[in-house]
């Protein structure tokens, strides 16, 4: 799945994939009436920044030193390879150091990316993407499946541990929860001197019954847009990064509805 903006979209393998056919077939006819709900507290704001200064870049470029020589040493076909890229840290270590010394970029420059990035963050946390996220999915859901799904709205969790117990709610003509939480976002890349990173959302649905309050299906789902450099994305206010993260929500939707509702195991093709 590709948008306007590169954007993909990725998760761990959903339960409907690893399933009996039977199975999802069984969950699926008895859904009911769904109501889906999202988390009311804040997502993690993860950003990536390059070394800062000289200082910084010197010790990203000693991790990356350090560590070059092992893992190639892990994967090599030669017998001893690790214990041989053992070896070589001390030197791996000191070439990275001086490397990401030279290589670093200003402190200045990687500041005024930290604060446009803080910025834009708060941008987004007063849009209240929760609520995007959750017309989509209902939205994508009705036209696309066959399923009752409306909005549930003042029951999601309150916090990031919070288990929420719908089978002792007052939730009348509401059969199943499709509960969204929106758990990180931002821009992400290595822990290298200079590294691209790519603005990302990552959301936990889950498809809980409410009688006895089961979790009948539970997937992770990771949109990333592509890679860009720290100076694009600090560029123009931050609009791209802005920009990257909304087009996530439609893509996200998509990935929900269609691993809750619509595609089955191989097997159950045949």
């Known amino acids: 799945m590709v948008g306007p903006l590169g954007l993909g979209g990725c998760t761990h393998t959903p339960n409907t994939y690893t399933m009996k056919p039977q199975k999802v077939e069984r969950i699926r006819s008895n859904l009911g009436t ?14 990536s920044l390059p070394g800062r ?23 090599s076909p030669i017998p001893g390879g690790t214990v041989i890229g053992i070896l070589f840290v ?19 420059e990687v500041d005024k990316a930290k604060e446009m990035a803080n910025r834009t963050v708060e941008k987004l946390r007063a849009m209240d993407l929760r609520l995007t996220l959750q017309n989509e999915v209902i939205q994508q859901g009705s036209e696309r499946t066959g399923f009752n799904i409306v909005p ?4 999601g969790p309150q916090d990031a541990k919070e288990v929420v117990q719908y089978d002792q709610l007052q939730i009348p003509g509401i059969d199943t929860v499709l509960e969204l939480r929106m758990e990180r976002g931002g821009l992400w890349g290595f822990y290298t001197v200079k590294p691209p990173s790519s603005a990302f959302v990552e959301i936990r649905a889950q498809l809980i019954r409410v009688s006895d309050n089961e979790v009948l299906l539970d997937d992770v789902v990771f949109c990333a847009s592509e890679e860009r450099s720290y ?8 609009q791209l990064f802005l920009e990257s993260i909304i087009s996530c929500i439609p893509s996200l939707a998509e990935k929900v509805v269609d691993d809750f509702f619509l595609v089955y195991p191989l097997a159950a093709q045949k």
């Open 34 to 47: 769904v109501g889906v709900t999202v988390s009311d507290y804040k997502a993690e704001a993860e950003i």
């Open 152 to 155: 549930l709205s003042g029951v």
């Open 90 to 108: 001390p030197i791996g270590a000191v070439v990275g150091t001086f490397y990401g010394a030279a290589k670093a970029a200003p402190a200045e």
């Open 53 to 75: 200064g000289v200082l910084g870049g010197a010790g990203r470029g000693f991790v990356m030193g350090a560590t070059i020589p092992v893992m190639v040493g892990a994967v």
């Open 231 to 238: 100076k694009k994305w600090s560029e123009d206010e931050g």
